[in-house]
């Protein structure tokens, strides 16, 4: 038997800490979150993406009365990010949420699902990016994606 550790790398800030690009990632991201469609869990979630071309992609959590049918912040931004500028890799990911009771949240780590979204947008461009978990009070930054999902699915299981 071989009795391995996974440990993931990460940095914590508070808000006012953050490097500007940081701070104007994650307020889109914010700023994402109050367009979300979440009449079910009264939960808002906002991504924001920074290509590296500059542009910046946002998205938002939309929700189903059919659950499985809605789609993560996550997701709808990278997939978005994929159909708009498909050569364009992906700089940094900023995640943030309002709660039920219309408070930005604490930091928040994304799904399985997207995290396995963000393992193939890294095969993709064949580099991982930094993800921020941003909350009120402390913004953990995650400085490769692919540390979110350590024992991923990807072309090589196939």
């Known amino acids: ?8 790398q990460t940095q914590s800030f508070k808000p ?19 367009h979300a469609y979440a009449p079910y869990s009264h939960f808002s979630v906002g991504a924001a993406v920074l290509l590296k071309s500059g542009e910046v992609v946002i998205g938002s959590n939309q929700e189903n009365a059919a ?14 990010a994929g159909a708009r500028y498909p050569d364009d890799p992906v700089e940094l ?13 604490e930091a928040i780590s ?11 947008v890294a095969t ?10 941003a909350g009120k009070n402390k913004v953990t930054k995650v400085p490769d994606c ?3 999902l ?3 699915f990807d072309e090589s299981s196939l």
Do not use: H, W
């Open 110 to 120: 994304p799904c399985g699902g997207c995290r396995q979204v963000m393992i193939e």
């Open 146 to 148: 692919r540390a979110l």
């Open 67 to 80: 659950y499985p049918s809605g789609l993560c912040a996550e997701r709808t931004a990278l997939f978005y």
């Open 93 to 105: 990911l900023a995640i943030a949420a309002y709660g039920m009771d219309g408070t930005q949240t």
């Open 1 to 8: 038997m071989i009795e391995q550790n996974i440990t993931i």
């Open 16 to 34: 006012e800490e953050l490097e500007p690009n940081d701070a104007d990632l994650v307020n889109r991201a914010l700023e994402a979150a109050k």
């Open 150 to 152: 350590p024992l991923q």
């Open 124 to 133: 993709r461009f064949g580099e991982g990016f930094p993800v921020l978990l």
